[in-house]
């Protein structure tokens, strides 16, 4: 990811509200009177075990689970007042999984993210060229202009899909696992790239696995458990060994990034003759 940040729309508050779902014949619910807030200028990253309930949580945005109560509202309008439209002009979204299922061309897959500010019947405009080049530019992703999406490898259409998203120029910005697939340095390059956009003011929701990332780039964190809000705050605030090995339920311990000195967890050996504790 390289290239010249400009033109970013300024961010609006993401809000779920005490949100609950229950998926159909479940009997646990999925989230259990769940808040979280995505100010603008700031990375919020969202993270938990696997089935804990973060794309859930996305997944309210677009209305496609059925919430029990609660409301997701995006600079204060309710996301249920709005049609699919509305939203990708407020929220561009990375969605955990999808497929390349057009055979289109790089250029054109990117292009998709303009979509809801295009009239129905028009082509192009010079204002929708522009974001798709600053998007292809942001992403790194320049050398697979001209290639089928289906021909890309995991990473490559990683990022492409981040490009898809940055190409909406929403207020808001949620990626559900942005860096999947990704090597170190794309990896670092996205994190990079969310908190300058967050810098220049938009709001970025992050779901992520990666704890010691998020704990170095992100300005608040919720660790999600079962469906609730574990903890909530700063990273000195959630990335607490207690709080982790309850939660992730494997031994670990929390130690200090050196570069930064951000909180950096460290999973030990768990089972058996493995079984490690630092030395003190
Ligand atoms: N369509 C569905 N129908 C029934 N249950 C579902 C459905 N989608 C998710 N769930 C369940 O809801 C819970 C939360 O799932 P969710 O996908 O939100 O977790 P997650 O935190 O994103 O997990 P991961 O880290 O594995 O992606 C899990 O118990 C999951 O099995």
Not at 3 to 14: D, F, H, K, N
Not at 148 to 158: F, V
Not at 206 to 219: E, G
Not at 247 to 256: D, G, K, M, S
Request: cysteine-free; overall charge neutral.
């Amino acid at each position: 990811m390289n290239g010249a940040i400009g033109g970013s729309e300024q961010g609006a508050p993401l809000m779920f509200d005490h949100v609950s779902v229950r998926y159909a014949g479940r009997t646990q619910r999925a989230l259990d009177d769940v808040s979280v807030t995505a100010e603008p200028g700031k990375m919020t990253a969202v993270v938990g075990p696997n089935g804990s309930g973060k794309s859930t949580l996305v997944r309210t945005l677009l209305r496609r689970v059925p919430m029990d109560s609660g409301r997701v509202t995006v600079g204060g309008v309710d996301v249920a007042s709005l049609d699919a439209r509305d939203i990708a002009r407020r929220v561009a979204i990375v969605p955990q999984r999808e497929e390349p299922v057009l055979p289109l061309r790089v250029e054109e897959f990117v292009a998709l993210g303009r979509h809801a500010r295009r009239s129905a019947f028009g082509g192009m405009s010079a204002d929708d060229h522009a974001a798709v080049e600053s998007a292809v530019t942001r992403a790194g992703i320049r050398d697979a202009i001209g290639r089928r999406t289906d021909t890309l490898s995991g990473g490559e259409w990683q990022r492409v899909r981040i490009a898809r998203a940055l190409a909406q120029a929403a207020p808001v910005l949620v990626l559900d696992e942005p860096t999947t697939f990704l090597d170190i340095a794309h990896e670092m390059a996205v994190f990079e790239l969310l908190d300058e956009l967050a810098q220049l003011g938009q709001t970025v929701l992050l779901v992520s696995h990666q704890l010691n990332l998020v704990a170095r780039f992100a300005s608040h964190i919720v660790l999600l458990h079962r469906g609730t809000v574990a903890a909530a705050g700063d990273a000195a605030t959630v990335m607490r060994g207690e709080i982790l090995e309850r939660v992730y339920e494997w031994p670990l311990v929390v130690t200090r990034d050196p570069a930064v000195g951000a909180p950096a967890l460290l999973p030990l050996r768990g089972s058996g003759r493995h079984r490690e504790r630092p030395s003190s």
